[in-house]
């Protein structure tokens, strides 16, 4: 192997998070946890981490303005219920916040963090996903980063075919049901 290229793999190997995943409470895991599971499908290794918008307001002002500067892309937050992560965070950075709302045990029935996620103001967007829709917060970053990466963009590819061939397996599945299919003759 050339210096070069060792000089390169060095860089791939050592360079901080570009993704950085928090969210309110420990309780926000299970569910926040899948955007780290997605992301490293596409082998994009984030950081996880708790910040919480009401109890460690000052953690978040921190968190948010250093982001930039230690190299993350995507900020990825989820919260539930009062669900103010994402928004303040947003209001803290030009980075690009995409938030989770998360069902949690606080919720009266998922709404309240729905929409305190989305209703964002106008001059400070939040990318809100799917209620609990943590992968896809997972799976956006990816696309984002996949803009100046060829490699997560060849690994998104793969993605979507890899969905495609699910799908038409399952219609061969119920075709084999004895369902009359007249497209897929
Ligand atoms: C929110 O309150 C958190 O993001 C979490 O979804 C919810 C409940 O938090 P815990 O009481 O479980 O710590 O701020």
Request: aromatic share 4%; net charge negative.
């Amino acid at each position: 192997m050339s210096e070069q290229q060792t000089s390169n793999n060095k860089q791939q190997t050592t360079h901080g998070p570009l993704v950085g995943i928090i969210m309110g409470s420990e309780s926000d895991l299970d569910i926040m946890k899948g955007a780290a599971e997605m992301l490293r499908q596409f082998e994009v290794e984030p950081e996880l981490t708790i910040v919480s918008a009401h109890r460690t307001p000052e953690r978040l002002r921190d968190y948010a303005h250093q982001a930039k500067e230690r190299g993350i892309k995507v900020i990825i937050c989820g919260a539930g219920g009062a669900a103010h992560l994402p928004g303040m965070v947003a209001a803290n950075t030009i980075l690009p916040v995409i938030g989770v709302p998360v069902k949690s045990s606080n919720s009266i029935d998922g709404w309240d963090s729905v929409l305190s996620i989305l209703q964002m103001p106008y001059g400070v967007p939040v990318a809100t996903v799917a209620l609990n829709g943590a992968k896809n917060a997972g799976i956006l970053a990816a696309q984002i980063l996949a803009l100046h990466d060829t490699s997560i963009a060849g690994k998104l590819e793969a993605y979507k075919e890899y969905q495609d061939d699910i799908v038409m397996e399952s219609v061969k599945n119920v075709k084999s049901m004895g369902f009359r299919n007249e497209f897929d003759r």
